[in-house]
DNA sequence: CATGAATGAGGCTTCATTCAT
DNA sequence: GATGAATGAAGCCTCATTCAT
């Protein structure tokens, strides 16, 4: 039919993400994206109008693959440890979404439609967390004392904390054991 | 009354950091910050050269405010507790830090020996935490079974923990819930 | 209906008077055409090479045909009347008239060659007027003593004036009124 | 106070005007603005954050200078004839007019407003000449037979009609005849 | 022919920054 | 010091146009 593409989504996206990570999003330009892509400049526009949409489209597809995800950990003997450890793994996610307020919301309907379903999305998450922390057989667990939002909050929070030159399976181990017993050493262990 | 025409650092500083946290880092401009000092864009660089040395010198004074009060801390019946509190009442400083990916270091030599500097303090206060949980009566108290880095950045990531529609005092009573005593009930709770 | 994927000339010129019409001619672009056609914007480029060429050529045809009409309004018992009435109708053609300052004419020979025409075109209907104003039974009614460029200037200056909510009838009936008798009462009619 | 001015808004009127009238507003740019006037392009920026802000600003000037003049036509012996003769002087006017629908109005909400502040002057012209046409001594003598809207759309369509060769007085001479007496010779003349 | 893909040219804008007063 | 003026660099974006299939 037609000259063969040089371009996909899936390289849009791939060097979308490696701009982002090695440069940051200042450097987040369809200038830098081309260079990279080693296209010009305004072949990119004739598959995003804007930069926003390429980004908010590809954080959209980041996030739902995620979130499906999560599904699986609710099946894990420790779920709360398949959550850190599906955290390690996604870790750039936190970073891309990290990004989320300097992105121009209103660079066009597209874009603010995009925001909205990553809002969503992330709803969506915080609500998968919220069922496997209070319902299930490992919520019978789990303290339900506190805030369900500070509990889903803590959890998300724990994707911070730095690797610092351990394994990723013994930072899951480390961030597990305070999440679970807490950073202090029991009373019951002091008898 | 009419507006200054002589600026003050006190005056530069308290617009930057509206400018940042009310428009985001992108915002930042000093033509943005002339307008809001009701100055013309040149006068402020008879103060600062660059933008990225005008906010670091900010961050940097930001830091050293932050870092001087984690050792009232200490002396806290509850030093973690205090920690915590100390974290939601600076949480600005984290969102101010959230945007040091973005300051372009290369843009003077002041700029990187202000990042360095930030660096230093950053050291500094893990440092600090870091004496807090380690020596002193508290930390008998505390779990020593996981590496330190760990058990800093995890104090550190609860500032990322949201607030929703709870006092402040409050949050701090359930982060600092989970936090000491763990995410699960204690098995000996259900002897 | 599926969209047609071959185009003939007729739709090329109905869509490039429609997109004219109604979004201007800043809004003439292929790209535009190409949508409203529902075919590829590099598909017109199997029929013009350039939008200048399109466009004169279709201004061509609209002209001829309109110079065409002016013949019959010779035969008019009011052939002046006559040619009100024809510029009412044809009203469009002056719009686009108006556009020819706008066209590169240096797009290519052919659009040289295509203006060319345009005013010898242009040329013809002025002498058709002016044939109408000086020969035949109507012209020793009408006053010779004013040159006659001025008075075909007149006849089609009138296109301008504004229909403003009467009927088409109304409109050439006013119009006419004016030019045969001029703005001001008689003085024999005062008499 | 500080470095004397290269531009002003003189400067930038003539220039526009020149650029336009003698180029036509598609090339009417910013850049072509600054090379005629020997600037940088950004430079403009600091007068006008968009073409179309300068462009219909201008026009407002150009259009209220004129609507000013319409009041010394009414104090002419023929304040008709005043008008025309208004008309050729301020031709360029006309077919400055002539560019308002390439004028991209969505421009900026200033673009906006100066449209509606162009249309009122419009307005505001017909009333002035329609004042001329129905009220005074001049009005005794002029037909009220015409609707009062194609009076005034005559008479304003009469800056259409070409000079052609004759110097300002003669065709504005002409134009008076017609447009006083009509086309055609009257039937008491040729009694 | 029709088309999807790629591209270059050109215009738009925003700022950081320098400079003369 | 404070300022208004001017500017260059850099990014944004839209099309016309070419080309291989």
Redesign the interface.
């Known amino acids: 039919m037609s000259r063969k593409k040089t371009i996909d989504r899936v390289d849009l996206y791939t060097a979308t993400e490696e701009l982002i990570l090695e440069e940051?999003?200042?450097s987040f330009h369809f200038k830098a994206l081309a260079e990279r892509l080693g296209v010009a400049r305004s072949t990119i526009y004739n598959y995003y109008d804007k930069k926003e949409e390429l980004i908010t489209d590809y954080m959209i597809h980041l996030l739902a693959r995620s979130v499906e995800r999560i599904d699986d950990t609710a099946h894990d003997p420790e779920p709360?440890k398949g959550l850190i450890r599906l955290w390690s793994r996604y870790a750039h996610i936190h970073q891309m979404l990290?990004i989320m307020?300097?992105i121009?919301q209103e660079a066009s309907d597209k874009v603010k439609e995009n925001v909205r379903r990553m809002f969503q999305l992330f709803m969506e998450m915080k609500e998968k967390i919220g069922v496997i922390l209070t319902t299930g057989e490992e919520a019978t667990?789990?303290?339900q004392?506190?805030?369900l939002?500070?509990?889903i909050?803590?959890?998300?929070?724990?994707?911070?904390?730095?690797i610092?030159g351990?394994t990723e399976e013994e930072?899951v181990d480390?961030?597990y054991?305070?999440?679970?017993?807490?950073?202090?050493?029991?009373?019951?262990d002091t008898r």
């Open positions: 940051g999003y200042s709360v990290q307020p300097y121009d667990k789990i303290r004392d506190v805030s939002s500070t509990r909050g803590f959890i998300m929070a724990t994707v911070q904390i730095p610092q351990m930072w480390e961030v054991t305070i999440l679970r017993d807490g950073l202090y050493t029991k009373p019951t």
